[in-house]
């Protein structure tokens, strides 16, 4: 994870006392920094080699499919904050990811969630003179199964029950963001985004 993705996170992740949940936690060391403001934190993760580095950091880590049914438990937990960082393109139904964290989110809960934005405007020039190819990471790697515009995230945030309070986009060219900021659908390279559960 690059450092601005990350201290964006925690900046949107502010607080104590809280309840969060860290989707595709890794090894935990995002969240543990969340959890020593004094918070807890639980995270779900598919690699067993990394859950096990996330059990010594965070106080509990669950393993199963996000689009499924999620853990009853989990669902009692009666979070403040669901973190999904570069997870709803990974999924095939982003929708159903964030309706069940809305459903495990406490009223007035929110999502902090983060991903690549598809339409950016060096990928239009590639577009626009036929450059495309899959790459074993970044932007069209295969793992990608959804690509994420401006549009498309919001549409996906209102169809689950969220509304978009505070942007924190990762914007290309950096040293303008106090004019491209304007338009993150075309200069955000990564849509940094907080909702509140509605």
Same mark, same amino acid.
């Given at each position: 994870? /690059?450092?601005?993705?990350?201290?964006?996170? %925690?900046?949107?992740?502010?607080?104590?006392?809280?309840?969060?949940?860290?989707?595709?936690?890794?090894?935990?060391?995002? !969240?543990?920094?969340?959890?020593?403001? !004094? +918070?807890?934190?639980?995270?779900?993760?598919?690699?067993?080699? #990394?859950?096990?580095?996330?059990? /010594?950091?965070?106080?509990?880590?669950?393993? *199963?499919?996000?689009?499924?049914?999620?853990?009853?438990?989990?669902?009692?937990?009666?979070?403040?904050?669901?973190?999904?960082?570069?997870?709803?393109? =990974?999924?095939?139904d982003p929708v159903a990811?964030?309706?069940?964290?809305?459903? #495990?989110? $406490?009223?007035?809960? =929110?999502?902090?969630?983060?991903?690549? +934005? *598809?339409?950016?405007?060096? +990928?239009?020039?590639?577009?626009?003179? !036929?450059? *495309?190819?899959?790459?074993?990471? !970044?932007? &069209?790697? &295969?793992?990608?199964?959804?690509? &994420?515009?401006?549009?498309? %995230? $919001?549409?996906?945030? #209102?169809?689950?029950? *969220?509304?978009?309070?505070?942007?924190? =986009?990762?914007?290309?060219?950096? $040293?303008?963001?106090?004019?491209?900021?304007?338009?993150?659908?075309?200069?955000?390279?990564?849509?940094?985004?907080?909702?509140?559960?509605?």
């Open positions: 994870m /690059s450092h601005t993705r990350r201290d964006r996170i %925690l900046q949107l992740s502010q607080g104590s006392r809280m309840r969060v949940v860290d989707l595709g936690c890794a090894n935990g060391a995002m !969240g543990k920094r969340i959890r020593d403001r !004094g +918070n807890w934190v639980g995270g779900v993760e598919l690699s067993r080699e #990394a859950q096990e580095l996330a059990r /010594s950091a965070l106080g509990q880590v669950w393993e *199963f499919d996000i689009q499924e049914d999620w853990p009853i438990e989990l669902q009692r937990q009666d979070l403040d904050i669901v973190i999904a960082s570069e997870v709803l393109e =990974h999924v095939f990811v964030l309706r069940h964290a809305h459903g #495990a989110l $406490k009223s007035g809960g =929110h999502v902090v969630i983060t991903t690549p +934005n *598809f339409m950016t405007w060096t +990928n239009r020039l590639k577009f626009l003179v !036929g450059a *495309f190819a899959y790459q074993h990471e !970044g932007m &069209f790697d &295969f793992g990608h199964i959804r690509w &994420f515009t401006y549009a498309y %995230l $919001k549409s996906v945030l #209102a169809e689950s029950g *969220f509304r978009i309070t505070e942007e924190r =986009h990762i914007l290309f060219p950096g $040293k303008l963001s106090w004019l491209v900021r304007r338009w993150p659908s075309l200069f955000a390279w990564q849509f940094i985004v907080k909702a509140q559960k509605i």
